[in-house]
Nanobody, 122 residues
């Protein structure tokens, strides 16, 4: 098992920013591709962004391009999702996932975190 932990969620006003973090205490993430997904109430899980283990092959869902940025810090063993210009439709539970294939589909990943709630509201 790979105990992924997300943090950084919260309540933010429209137009605001949040930075989500994904880490795994006691386990290196260096060799894993990481994906960020989100799920809003009553909706399916959506791939938001992904990054290869080598820091390349970055991709974003069209709905977040230009607003979200994924990055990884190997020293900190952490993957970040910087979210700017947040909109109410970004409200969801955000999950990070790890696997050996990079992509925006849930089936690319084998390990999942418990999620962190992001609420965008005035």
């Amino acid at each position: 098992q790979l105990p992924l932990v997300e943090s950084g969620g919260g309540l933010v006003q429209p137009g605001g920013s949040l930075r989500l973090s994904c880490s795994a205490s006691g386990h290196t993430l260096d060799y894993f591709a990481i994906g960020w997904f989100r799920q809003a109430p009553g909706k399916g899980r959506e791939g938001v962004s992904c990054i290869h283990s080598n820091g390349g092959n970055i991709d974003y869902a069209d709905s977040v391009k230009g607003r979200f940025t994924i990055s990884r810090d190997y020293d900190a063993n952490t993957i970040y999702l910087q979210m700017n210009s947040l909109k109410p439709e970004d409200t969801a539970t955000y999950y990070c996932a790890a696997g050996l294939r990079v992509g925006l589909e849930a089936y690319d990943y084998d390990y999942w975190g418990q999620g962190t709630q992001v609420t965008v509201s005035s």
